[in-house]
Structure formats: structure tokens, C-alpha cells
């Protein structure tokens, strides 16, 4: 209740208030408009248009201001382009010409002044019917009684009773009081759509482009650096076995004849370097999508992960289908990764892996009950990860106190 009439005040004033504020827009608008283009022959219209927009900027602003209580979330203010740094006294005056927002906040004051018109009728109608029908069984017993009056009720033929009359006008109140909160609101999201798509709808597009811009860096940087990384366990892990191997077995080629018992211990220790690249190799090949992956989907591939894994996993996954190989690509390499971690420092005895799909959005939750501490910092287990998810417009939440327990959140969405 207390969320509806904290509604119903934000409508109203957005509503009552843009009333005059349009009326004070356009009639600024209009006049310095008409003045600077009847003027610009003689270079006086210049600063004039020029005023005109800075004007019009700043009660773009106010509108601005006030959209996020309407809307429910923030909006972004337009990138205004600001006049070269060595621009001259007369370039710098005229600046505003050059930006089209600020043409789309004067023409925004030109034909919002309509819409607020009719949708402060809106408001002050259902007001008026709201407060003068609820209180009409106060007032209503006289003006009923009074000769020659001849209410509604009576008119649409429902009789001339004073009992009939103020039951009706009573019930045209409860009737508009019902229906005030839609239609202040209603109203209130038509004029703010208008305004979101004059004032805000470029800076939107902007932030969407940077926001692109971020996830393409993020993805190649963590790309780059995944590559750097598995190159760089490579080199010091199994390379270096490899080639102590292609040496222990050379050597055991030339003492073939003369010592074979040595060359039966060397072939020995040879089998056993040779396992632990293998083991290295299989560790290193988690930064890698496995076939499971491209041929079974997220499941199965997860279930592998939670198999290999040397603490024991819960794995509850609560999807079905299959989704775009960047996004189970994605939320593979952050199980692989938060596994990783989670084996080498967390010291747990369980780790949780949920997969649940909620509206467009894949919920990826990953808990421990080990020492905690992790966070995504760099040179950490888990920095890579903000990246690998800001790539597909993904998030990523950690909490993990000093003691634990661990609790990982990831969301991407899928639809």
C-alpha cells in the first residue's frame, strides 16, 4: 500500500509540475527560436540560437532529473560536444549549433508542451472525480434537496432521489479512485517515453556502443591472457618434461649394449615422467572447450568437470537445451576455473554447482565451505573471470570472507 501511494505522488507531481514547466519550455523555446532564425542574416540570430540551446539544455536537464522516479531506473545525460580547446572566442559561442542533442532538447520543449497538456488534464480530472465523489455523501444530501437541481443520476434516469443521487455520484468517485493510480501512471510513462526518447534515447545508444566496445576488449584481454597463461604452463611444465624425456631416452639408446640394467631404470623413470605430462596435459587442457562440450552440451560437460574434481562436488543442473557456444563456452571455463581454485586453496570438504535458467538469464551459483579469501583481484585464481563474462554482458559476484564460507554468482544472459 505505502508503494502505491508513493506512486501515486510521484506521478502526480511529474505530472502537475510538467505542466508549467512545458508551458515555460515552449514558450522559450519558441521565442528565442523564432528570434534567432529571423535574425541570423545579421549574425545577431547566432548567439541568440546559441542561447536558445543552452537554454534549452538546462530544462532538458530538469526533465532529465526527473525521469528515474517515472522510469524506475537511472538515464544517462547526453554527451554534449564541447568546443575544440584552441577554438576561438566566437567558435566557442556558437558551439551549441554544432551538437544535435541540443537540437533535440528545443524541439523536445516544442512538442512536449501537448502532451503535458492533456495528460495534466488527465491528472487533475481524476483527482477532481476521486475527492469530489468519495466526499460527495458529505455534501451531496444538500445540493440534492436543493429546487430546481437536477443531478446526473437523474438525468441518465436512475430517478431523483437524494438517497439514489448520492449513491451515484459516490460510486463515480470509488470508480475513479480504483482506476487513479493506473492512469496517473499511465499517463506519467507516456510523457516520460517521450522524453527518454528525445532527451536520453542517444546517450543510450552511446553507452550500449560502449559497453560493446568494454566486452570486445574484455574478451580479447581474456583471451590474450588465457592464451599467455596456458603457453606459459607449457613452456615450464610439460615442454620441460618432453624434453627431458627426448633426453633420458637418447641416453638410454647409447647405454643400450653396455649397462641394460641401467637402461631398464631409466626406461622406468621415462614411463613415469611420461604419466605426469599426461596428467599435466589433461589439467592444462580445462582451459580448453572439450567435445563433451560442442557435442553434448553443458550437463554432461559440467559433470565431467565435477568428476575430476579432487574434492567432492554437488551438481545440481537445472537447465535444459542447449545455448550459444560463447555463452556454455563461458560458463564452462568459469566452473573450470572456480574448481581450479577451489581444489588448490579453498581446502573444503564440499563444493555446490547450480545451473538454473531464470527469465533470459543463466544463474550460476558455486559455493565452498573452505577458509574463503578469494576474491577476483589480479594474480588470483579468479581474475580472469570478470572479463571472460563481461565478454557475453555477463556479471560476477564473490563473496568470501576470512573463514568462509564461498559463495561465487554469475549471471549471463541467454535469451
Known amino acids: 500500500m505505502r508503494t502505491v501511494l508513493r506512486r501515486i505522488g510521484s506521478d502526480t ?171 496517473l501512471h499511465g499517463a ?60 633420458d631416452l637418447s641416453r638410454a639408446q647409447r647405454q643400450l649394449k653396455r649397462d641394460p640394467q641401467a637402461v631398464e631404470e631409466m626406461l622406468s623413470q621415462a614411463i613415469t615422467s611420461t604419466r605426469e605430462t599426461l596428467d599435466e596435459l589433461r589439467a592444462l587442457s580445462r582451459g580448453i572447450a572439450p567435445p563433451i562440450l560442442t557435442d553434448r552440451g553443458l550437463a554432461p560437460a559440467l559433470a565431467a568437470l565435477a568428476g575430476r574434481c579432487t574434492i567432492p562436488v554437488e551438481l545440481d543442473i537445472q537447465i535444459t537445451g542447449r545455448f550459444a557456444a560463447a555463452i556454455e563456452n563461458t560458463v564452462y571455463f568459469v566452473v573450470a576455473e572456480s574448481l581450479t581454485n577451489v581444489a588448490k586453496h579453498s581446502h573444503a570438504n564440499v563444493c555446490t554447482v547450480t545451473l538454473s535458467k531464470a527469465g533470459g538469464v543463466l544463474m550460476l551459483t558455486i559455493g565452498d565451505d573452505g577458509v574463503g579469501g578469494a576474491h577476483t583481484a589480479k594474480g588470483h585464481g579468479l581474475s580472469g573471470l570478470t572479463d571472460r563474462l563481461k565478454a557475453v554482458d555477463g556479471t560476477l559476484a564473490v563473496d568470501s570472507p576470512l573463514g568462509g564460507p564461498t559463495v561465487i554468482v554469475a549471471e549471463v544472459p541467454c535469451g
Not at 544517462?76 to 544535435?100: D, I, K, Q
Not at 556502443?209 to 597463461?229: C, F, K, M, P, T
Open 13 to 183: 507531481r511529474y505530472l502537475i509540475a510538467g505542466f508549467p514547466l512545458s508551458l515555460v519550455f515552449f514558450v522559450l523555446a519558441v521565442v528565442g527560436f523564432s528570434a534567432g532564425v529571423g535574425t541570423v542574416v545579421v549574425w545577431v540570430g547566432l548567439p541568440i540560437l546559441a542561447g536558445t540551446l543552452m537554454m534549452a539544455r538546462g530544462m532538458a536537464d530538469v526533465e532529465r532529473r526527473m525521469l528515474p522516479e517515472i522510469l524506475g531506473r537511472p538515464v544517462p545525460r547526453p554527451r554534449y560536444r564541447p568546443a575544440p580547446e584552441r577554438a576561438g572566442a566566437f567558435r566557442r559561442m556558437v558551439n551549441p549549433l554544432t551538437s544535435g542533442q541540443s537540437w533535440l532538447d528545443l524541439l523536445y520543449g516544442i512538442v512536449s508542451l501537448p502532451l503535458a497538456i492533456l495528460t495534466f488534464v488527465v491528472a487533475v480530472v481524476w483527482w477532481a472525480g476521486t475527492i469530489l465523489g468519495l466526499t460527495y455523501p458529505i455534501y451531496g444530501w444538500a445540493i440534492a434537496r436543493m429546487p430546481d437541481n437536477h443531478g446526473l443520476a437523474e438525468l441518465l434516469g436512475f430517478g431523483d432521489s437524494a438517497v439514489v443521487e448520492v449513491a451515484f455520484n459516490t460510486a463515480i468517485g470509488v470508480l475513479f479512485a480504483v482506476t487513479l493510480p493506473l492512469m
Open 188 to 247: 506519467a510513462l507516456v510523457r516520460a517515453g517521450l522524453g527518454r526518447a528525445m532527451l536520453t534515447g542517444v546517450a543510450e545508444l552511446h553507452e550500449r556502443i560502449d559497453d560493446l566496445a568494454q566486452g570486445r576488449a574484455a574478451a580479447v584481454s581474456a583471451e590474450a591472457n588465457a592464451l599467455r597463461r596456458l603457453e606459459r604452463d607449457i613452456h615450464d611444465g610439460p615442454q620441460q618434461r618432453l624434453v627431458s624425456l627426448a633426453m
